[in-house]
């Protein structure tokens, strides 16, 4: 078996969008992919001793893989970034953490190795695919959500009352 040396990994920069109001914010007529393009040419542009061409590969966070976040919204913002072909780019689901698992991802690829520049981010745009767009889960998981939901301290009367509090959604 080879002895291979574990690669230190760095972060060089980071940038991200300020947050806005789901619905009625400053990214309401701003698509999913564009944000996240935007993300990815200010990186390079902050970092002109970065060549895109040796990006090994771009690890993009998203729940909701649907609508205009669908079809690898990691591939498309690249090529909406006009990064070059040659650079492949992923999409990780990992519910709240997709962007964290990203990180990972790309920190272990070049922790082994197999990678010396990754590009990592994320993008949830709320306003355009809601959290609760195409859900369906399984029912036979409902004693699961039950049971896990006892453990939390959650029971029908604090359930109700919190369903009470939460903002209907209109659309």
């Known amino acids: 078996m080879e002895n291979r040396s574990i690669e230190n990994v760095v972060v060089i920069d980071a940038v991200r969008t ?24 200010s990186l390079l542009s902050r970092n002109p001793n970065v060549d895109a061409k040796e990006i090994d590969d771009i690890y993009w966070g998203c729940v909701q893989q649907t609508l205009e976040q669908g079809f690898n919204i990691a591939r498309n913002a690249a090529l909406l970034a006009e990064l070059p072909h040659s650079v492949p780019a ?3 689901n990992r519910l709240c953490g997709s962007s964290m698992q990203a990180i990972h991802d790309a920190a272990r690829a070049i922790m082994i190795g197999d990678a010396q520049i990754s590009l990592i ?3 949830e745009h709320m306003g355009h695919v809601p959290m609760s767009h195409g859900v369906d889960f399984h029912p036979g998981l409902s004693r699961t959500v039950a049971k896990a ?12 009352e919190n369903a009470q509090n939460q903002p209907r959604n209109a659309g």
């Open 18 to 41: 300020p947050m806005g109001r789901s619905k009625g914010g400053a990214y309401r007529q701003v698509r999913a992919e564009d944000l996240s393009a935007h993300l990815m040419r």
């Open 90 to 92: 992923t999409t990780v």
């Open 121 to 123: 981010g994320g993008v």
């Open 149 to 160: 939901a006892g453990m939390m301290g959650a029971d029908r009367r604090n359930a109700g």
